[in-house]
């Protein structure tokens, strides 16, 4: 079956580093891919989504490109904040997000001022 | 936009006893709402998807007649834990989607239950 993996937290950065949150996954088709962030207390919320190979997804600084040959979705962004501090979700879906979501165990970031 | 709420966000309970969670979209109409699993450490497992009006399909591995699902409306999911042992508690998540965003699910704050 569909799995994602994704490195394990907790992530300890300082302010304005460089991010790098590494996402590998398998699957039999050709999925879509998202990375969701989970703030404190809040629920998950999409950060950003590629739904074909080479499409580059990016928001709020943040960017991950779809690796078809690779069979991977890293997360990066260049000089990261404290406000980033959350865990991230990286998921797939075999058909674009309308099935259930498949997700990796989530990574803790922390940025220290 | 696309808000979604879960009622209660925490519930401690004794075993034997069942708990409902209920998840609402607030300000869209939920074509489909799906509700996950979530253990200490791990990621998210699919438990269910429900359609409204539809009975839910449930994936592999989890007993349908122990998690109850009822999507009675395009606003309400609820999700019945029934007999709860110890080994229920979890953190559990309820996400919907609507026709003018399938790619996109909004996620609910999550329920902890934890059941002695």
């Known amino acids: 079956g569909d799995s994602v993996t994704q490195m394990e937290g907790p992530v300890t950065l300082s302010e304005e580093a460089f991010l790098t949150i590494n996402c590998t996954y398998t699957?039999?088709?050709?999925?879509?891919l998202f990375w969701y962030v989970q703030y404190p207390g809040e629920g998950l919320q999409l950060l950003l989504k590629a739904t074909k190979a080479d499409d580059k997804g990016s928001n709020k600084g943040f960017e991950a490109t779809y690796r078809k040959e690779t069979t991977s979705f890293h997360l990066e962004k260049g000089s990261v904040q404290v406000s980033d501090s959350a865990v991230y979700f990286c998921a797939l879906s075999d058909r674009g997000g309308a099935d259930g979501l498949t997700f990796g165990k989530g990574t803790h970031l922390i940025i220290q001022p | 936009g696309a808000v979604v709420s879960q009622h209660p966000s925490w519930v401690i309970c004794k075993s034997g006893t069942s708990v409902k969670i209920e998840c609402r979209s607030l300000d869209f109409q939920a074509t489909t709402m799906f509700w996950y699993r979530q253990f200490p450490k791990q990621s998210l497992m699919l438990m269910a998807t429900s359609n409204e009006g539809s009975k839910a399909t449930y994936e592999q591995g989890v007993e349908k007649d122990k998690f109850l699902i009822n999507h009675a409306s395009l606003t309400l999911s609820t999700l019945t834990v029934t007999s709860a042992h110890p080994e229920d508690s979890s953190f559990y998540i309820c996400?919907?989607?609507?026709?003018?965003?399938?790619?996109?699910?909004?996620f609910g704050p999550g329920t902890r239950l934890t059941v002695l």
């Open positions: 699957a039999t088709g050709y999925p879509s």
């Open positions: 996400s919907a989607r609507y026709s003018g965003s399938p790619n996109e699910q909004f």
